[in-house]
């Protein structure tokens, strides 16, 4: 394992996520090494067409971002919620294979971790107890949210 290309400013807030709570440290270095990391300006939309591997989980390390509802053709609509550190963006689409319900948009500088989708499912095919484990912490994330609506 070569954790040499691990930046350690950002692999705690990684690490601080409830989305990768109680995954063994090499399977989050295998994570952090499958993924990048994004930074986005204070009212930057989160363009996730333009990252490279199409759609993924994106876990946010440092700032705030709004989600928002398209309502016609109003990309900021309805604001739905707004996440913070720890929390994640993308997580349906992930699951489901749907496209996504929502945009977001950063509040303030933000950071946040993204894997795409294709790396997700071979970790997670390679690796079934760490997949069990990111899927409940998923399903936790999602019922958190929906209690909280």
């Not at 790396?119 to 399903?139: H, K, M, S, V, W």
Request: hydrophobic residues 40%; proline residues 5%; aromatic residues 6%.
């Amino acid at each position: 394992m070569n954790d040499a290309a691990i930046d350690p400013s950002w692999y705690g807030e990684l690490r601080a996520s409830p989305i990768v709570q109680d995954l063994a440290d090499d399977v989050l270095s295998t994570i952090a090494r499958r993924g990048k990391t994004l930074e986005l300006k204070r009212a930057d939309p989160l363009l996730v067409q333009d990252v490279r591997g199409g759609l993924g989980l994106f876990i946010l390390l440092f700032g705030t971002i709004a989600i928002y509802r398209r309502v016609d053709d109003d990309v900021d609509g309805e604001r739905l919620s707004v996440l913070q550190p720890g929390d994640c963006v993308g997580e349906y689409s992930l699951i489901d294979g749907q496209p996504l319900s929502a945009t977001a948009r950063a509040l303030e500088p933000v950071r946040l971790f993204f894997l795409p989708n294709a790396q997700f499912r071979a970790l997670t095919e390679q690796d079934p107890r760490a997949g069990c484990i990111l899927y409940r912490n998923l399903a936790r994330h999602l019922v958190r949210r929906l209690r909280l609506q």
